[in-house]
């Protein structure tokens, strides 16, 4: 039976076309990867096929055909049929712990004993995208719709969970569709790949033209004997690293090991009891949490005051176009792509030049262009003789970094050059 | 962890229940009583918070109440009614009020007020409950947003004040912006995950 049936469907905001012309349809029990750049529209595909475009986000025109179980997207949502996982996770919650949450929406804390006690806003973008996975999974709907999984969990935890979306398409008939540009990732757990958009070029140039080789000596940062623990959850005990200047040190490990707080730790908003921690500044943070910061209502106006405030005025076009943000430079940040944002806040770090570069996950949302534009920044900030430190869960980056961190849960670090 | 422990046995129901008692009680009750009515709220605060907790509202109570009495009094004196007893009695409900208010803050249970909704109309509670998280939920976006601008941008203007009212404009503008999106998000959320909750039936 067919569960799902898109024709010809387009979606446009202001005058800006996202969707044209999309047709697909999906049977029962099938699994349906939608892949393409960022900016190709998967997100907003996903949003009205959970039926909050265009009832919720009125802005938006859609027109086309779409059918959920022969209803309407709203009709089905209002029905139960379809459960939503978006990709910026950091979203409302009525409950504050893992626990309360669960038992708040009638389902079983199976799985998340160790999580429990734990507040919400504590837990790692891994541990909670696998919570809203179970949610969406438990909710008893057919459709489910998962936004952006790969950039989220580690190999192993979307491995689980993608055998977990397997199983429950081939016994319990339900219809999975998944939007991420990671495709490789993820072909052999799906029936059905729907491409949206075309890959972009890489434009070929370098983006830094100063080619500095008399870098001064010395750390960009060191840690000694730190000691740090989160409620009763040890993170860290005595980690001792340090960053030369003008090197990348890459921070691995698993879903809430610790990543994102050794950043926070470094860029000093999380104090510690324990231990010395030296970061040569200016430091540039781009958090994983909130994936938006931006303070102005254009990609433009976001580019002009910060190089305004770091007087590099004249910059402006050039870094819209090094950052492929051309196209987008009148728009409002907030109706960006993730992957769109996480350009536009590495183009405000390139503005800014800093000395340490702290990028948490950068691999959320980019595709494969844009990866290349992450190496040509770190490259970039290297050369300016700044040093980068990167937390992430894929080990994909470890080719760009010259030495790495891996942090195990319970603490245990080891280090690597 | 300790607290929560003691706020398990004060619950977040019975907080509530005396939250209303306390605000019929203290319009109410003789002036004599009120004095007993206000030790009872602050012996109840130190069973569920501690002395520590007790100094710092008290700390917090007095700077925001401070400059009120003085312009009362002041008020008083130039009306030619100067009467301190009435005073007295103002600032004690307040307090009153302000403590038994801490009280059901520190013992508030979204999964109790869930229940209570549903036994006392589920739209007025649901409302409370919302007003309640999103509070909660704009307070950690605000420091999420300050301590990014703080680290980004915080050094670039440290004596200059113009500089920093333009920076504490930047960021205020991005809460905002962010709050706008975040507050469509709770919708969101509402719509696809907590449909249950408010009566849907299950598909599969």
Redesign the interface.
């Known amino acids: 039976m067919i569960s799902v049936e898109v024709s010809n469907l387009s979606v446009s905001i202001n005058s800006s076309t996202v969707l044209k012309g999309v047709s697909f349809s999906l049977r029962e029990g099938e699994i349906v990867l939608v892949t393409g750049p960022c900016g190709s529209g998967k997100s907003t595909l996903l949003k009205v096929l959970a039926g909050v475009i265009p009832y919720m986000y009125t802005r938006f025109s859609v027109t086309g055909f779409v059918r959920i179980f022969g209803l309407s997207p709203w009709e089905a949502a209002e029905k139960g049929f379809v459960a939503y996982v978006p990709q910026d996770i950091n979203t409302f919650f009525i409950g504050s712990r893992v626990c309360e949450e669960l038992e708040l929406l009638e389902l079983s804390p199976n799985g998340f004993a160790q999580l429990c006690d734990r507040l919400l806003e504590e837990l790692s973008d891994g541990e909670l995208y696998r919570l809203l996975t179970y949610v969406a999974m438990s909710s008893g709907a057919k459709l489910l719709l998962l936004d952006e999984p790969a950039s989220h969990m580690d190999v192993e935890t979307l491995v689980n969970v993608l055998e977990l979306l397997s199983r429950a398409a081939r016994e319990e008939g339900a219809s999975v569709i998944i939007a991420d540009h990671r495709a490789e990732e993820l072909k052999s757990y799906v029936d059905v790949v729907v491409e949206l958009g075309v890959e972009r070029k890489s434009s070929g140039k370098n983006l830094i033209k100063t080619s500095v080789n008399c870098c001064e000596q010395g750390f960009a940062a060191y840690v000694k004997n730190l000691v740090l623990s989160i409620g009763d959850r040890v993170l860290f005990k005595g980690l001792s690293f340090a960053v030369a200047k003008n090197a990348v040190l890459g921070v691995f490990g698993r879903s809430g090991a610790g990543k994102s707080t050794l950043l926070k730790v470094l860029a000093g908003i999380v104090p510690y009891s324990t231990g010395i921690v030296y970061v040569e500044k200016p430091v540039f943070y781009i958090p994983q949490k909130p994936l938006y910061w931006f303070s102005t209502g254009s990609v433009s106006g976001e580019l002009s005051l910060y190089a305004n405030l770091f007087g590099k005025r004249h910059e402006v076009g050039e870094v819209l176009e090094q950052f492929h943000l051309q196209h987008l430079a009148s728009r409002n940040p907030y109706t960006l792509s993730v992957g769109e944002a996480r350009r536009l806040a590495m183009a405000l770090a390139y503005i800014a030049s800093p000395k340490l570069l702290l990028f948490d996950e950068p691999l959320l949302g980019l595709d494969k262009s844009s990866e290349e534009l992450l190496t040509e920044l770190i490259e970039g900030v290297e050369k300016g003789c700044g040093s980068v430190i990167i937390a992430s869960h894929s080990k994909k980056l470890i080719k760009l970094v010259d030495s790495y961190l891996e942090i195990s849960p319970g603490g245990e670090v080891k280090f690597s050059a | 962890?300790f607290l929560r422990e003691r706020c398990r046995v004060l619950s977040f129901r019975i907080s509530l229940a005396l939250l209303i008692l306390t605000s019929l009680l203290v319009f109410a009750l003789p002036v004599k009583l009120l004095l007993l009515v206000a030790i009872a709220i602050t012996m109840l605060f130190l069973y569920v918070a501690g002395f520590e907790q007790l100094f710092t509202i008290v700390k917090h109570f007095a700077l925001f109440v401070a400059p009120l009495a003085i312009a009362s009094l002041f008020f008083q004196i130039a009306a030619g009614f100067l009467n301190l007893l009435l005073l007295a009695i103002t600032i004690t409900r307040i307090y009153t009020l302000y403590t038994v208010s801490i009280i059901v803050v520190k013992c508030f249970?979204?999964?109790e007020l869930?229940s209570l909704s549903r036994g006392l109309g589920p739209k007025f509670f649901t409302a409370i409950?919302l007003a309640l998280?999103?509070m909660h939920?704009s307070a950690?976006?605000l420091n999420?947003?300050r301590?990014?601008?703080?680290?980004?941008?915080g050094?670039?203007c440290r004596k200059r004040f113009l500089c920093r009212v333009m920076l504490f404009v930047?960021?205020v503008?991005?809460f905002v912006?962010?709050f706008?999106?975040?507050a469509?998000?709770?919708?969101?959320?509402?719509?696809?995950?907590?449909?249950?909750?408010i009566g849907?039936?299950?598909?599969?």
Do not use: F, I
């Open positions: 962890m249970s979204a999964k869930l409950l998280k999103l939920y950690l976006l999420d947003v301590d990014v601008y703080r680290v980004n941008l050094y670039l930047v960021w503008r991005a912006q962010l706008t999106v975040k469509l998000e709770v919708g969101e959320a509402m719509y696809t995950r907590y449909r249950g909750l849907v039936e299950r598909g599969r």
